[in-house]
């Protein structure tokens, strides 16, 4: 199994609407929802102000004039908001004053992804159906392929914010299953809005990042700069055009600052993948890391820099080799109990 | 190729990178459907970053490059990879000496390229099917399974490392005697091929036990 150490923000928000049943009832919010716009039409007429258009500013205004508090923290000064700011969007308690639950499936304890999948299921049956009844026509079936790359699934978050209950990793997997066995049949065109619903867009190009100008220096010289880290390296390069393909490393020549062959290597990666070795000149600073980080470092740098150089396409399979994605690896702490990062201390018996 | 350990400091959705120029100056019609789905795939997902072992370059071979790791001892790269280039400079000498030494008509068949011969000695070396331990009521027996191209991979070039550093004379440098394992191994001879028939024999020799194996 993979473990999630990296995290994106969707994963770092506390979903509130899943953590329980509610404590409120749903004519208990209905009350005060009625109680909270009463209070603004009274707040109105305090202060003098037309109750019909009263936005929410006015009453923040109104109510740090009427209760003035010296208190720090924000949260803790009165507020006067509408209740479903208030009361977080939790299931209402799911049963009537004779104790009989609304939901058919409400003794199954997870009566929303139940009827989630029901319904998933029964569109499927749908689809077949006419599936067969175009197959007993004898008629053409449509198999028009949907954009497969454009589109993502709702995460197991966005899932749960949206029944509102907890949804666990194997009940996630069997729904997303059950929707790509729905998308995989021919006629999946019939129900293509309700499969909308749990599908989002992800941005079609993953070049989001701006590409700057080309810079010219006194001489008439075309040139670019970039910056590159790696591990604890961190390198500032500057591509000169028109050059002979003279690299020079805080002052000195390749060869002498980089005796590895790998390291040159790495440094010259960029200009071989784009064919330019020759064409180039470059000046870099390095501080931090070891041999291979400032290595690394540089070549980030220097395909950040060649991106100006060059045409959008080659910007693309420059990105496709891995040539500017900055590495995230980094050295693993040592935790306490154990020796390493992961070596144990030497187990002994007694 | 290369599968992920336990956990990466990648998101799942990250992507292998393709470093091959070759597949990227290819014009879009030659490329198949399943081309086109990927390429279309790649362009919305974000990509790992390249290691650092790995280059566009003629010289650069994903599989010498796991050879010399496989070679390195306490992180001494730089030593694993002056003694892989040795190697190769030493399989080129004796190759280019026969070469010279062959009459008119054998000079042809002489294959020359190092890198041709190291990889076609490990494709001999590499075991078509393997051994696992298996317990049933109280007994391990050996039973014959099939391996996956990683570990074929794998146990070839570990099989020649342990080869050449325990069976030679004390005097002999690492690179000569890989030489000579490897051109050995090219021509299907050699105690590394040795080996492999008689995995080959033990697993025809547990036949019987085949049906143990529930995977």
Redesign the interface.
């Known amino acids: 199994t ?5 995290t ?1 923000t969707a994963v770092q928000r506390k979903n509130v609407g899943a953590s329980g049943p509610e404590k409120y009832t749903e004519a208990f919010i209905k009350k005060q929802i009625e109680e909270f716009n009463l209070g603004k039409r009274h707040l109105a007429n305090m202060m003098g102000e037309d109750p019909e258009t009263f936005t929410q500013e006015d009453i923040d205004r109104a109510i740090a004039y009427l209760f003035p508090s010296g208190l720090f923290d924000q949260q803790a000064r009165p507020v006067m908001k509408h209740p479903t700011e208030i009361f977080p969007e939790q299931r209402k308690i799911q049963w009537g004053e004779d104790g009989r639950p609304f939901h058919f499936l409400f003794y199954t304890g997870k009566q929303s992804y139940y009827s989630l999948m029901h319904e998933t299921y029964e569109k499927l049956l749908n689809v077949q159906k006419h599936q067969d009844q175009l197959m007993d026509e004898d008629l053409p079936l449509q198999k028009e392929k949907r ?4 589109s993502r699934w709702l995460t197991k978050i966005e899932l749960e914010e949206m029944l509102l209950e907890k949804v666990s990793d194997d009940d996630y997997s069997r729904f997303i299953q059950l929707l790509q066995k729905l998308v995989a049949l021919p006629c999946a065109d019939i129900e293509e809005k309700y499969i909308q619903k749990f599908s989002k867009e ?5 070049q989001k990042v701006l590409i700057e100008p080309l810079q010219y220096d006194e001489r008439g010289v075309a040139f670019s700069t970039g910056e590159g880290k790696r591990k604890t390296a961190s390198a500032t390069a500057v591509v000169y055009d028109n050059g002979t393909g003279k690299i020079t490393v805080n002052g000195i020549d390749i060869l002498h600052y980089f005796p ?3 390291d040159r ?2 440094l ?2 960029p200009f ?2 784009l ?1 330019r070795i020759g064409k180039h000149d470059m000046v870099c600073t390095v501080s931090g890391g070891g041999r ?1 980080a400032q ?2 470092a540089i070549r ?1 740098a220097s395909a950040k820099a060649l991106r100006s150089f060059v045409t959008e396409k080659e910007v ?2 420059m ?5 500017l ?6 050295k693993e702490r040592k935790k306490p109990g154990q020796e390493g990062p992961r070596r144990k201390f030497t187990w002994k018996k007694r | 190729r290369i599968m ?1 350990v ?7 959705s990250y992507l292998e ?3 091959k ?1 070759e597949l ?1 100056q290819k014009p879009l019609e030659e490329l198949t459907e399943e081309e086109r ?1 990927q390429m ?11 290691p ?6 003629v ?2 071979d994903p599989m010498i490059s796991k050879f010399t790791n496989m070679m390195m001892k306490s992180g001494n ?2 030593l694993a ?1 002056s003694l892989m280039s040795q190697t190769l400079e030493a399989i080129k000498r004796k190759q280019l000496e026969k070469y010279h030494k062959a009459p008119e008509n054998e000079k042809e068949t002489i294959e020359c390229n190092p890198y041709v011969i190291f990889h076609q000695a490990l494709k001999n070396c590499q075991p078509i099917i393997g051994l696992s331990n298996i317990t049933r009521g109280g007994k391990t027996y050996q039973v014959p399974v099939p391996l996956t191209d990683n570990r074929k991979r794998f146990l070839a070039m570990k099989w020649l490392i342990t080869e050449c550093r325990e069976n030679k004379h004390r005097r002999t440098m690492m690179p000569e005697k890989l030489s000579q394992e490897l051109l050995l191994a090219f021509n299907n001879e050699g105690p590394v091929i040795k080996k492999k028939h008689v995995l080959h024999k033990m697993a025809e020799a547990n036949r019987a036990y085949a049906h143990f194996r529930w995977w």
Request: glycine content about 6%.
């Open positions: 993979l473990r999630l150490i990296c994106t954009n497969l790359a454009g992800v941005p079609v190009q993953l590895v062959l790998q290597e790495q010259l990666f071989q993948f064919g291979s290595a690394g980030l693309e399979f990105r496709q080799a891995g040539l994605t900055v590495d995230p690896r980094v | 992920p336990r956990w990466s400091r990648y998101n799942p990178p393709e470093v120029t990227y789905e279309e795939l790649k362009a919305v997902r974000p990509i790992k970053a390249a650092p072992t790995l280059s566009s370059s010289f650069s790269k730089v990879r």
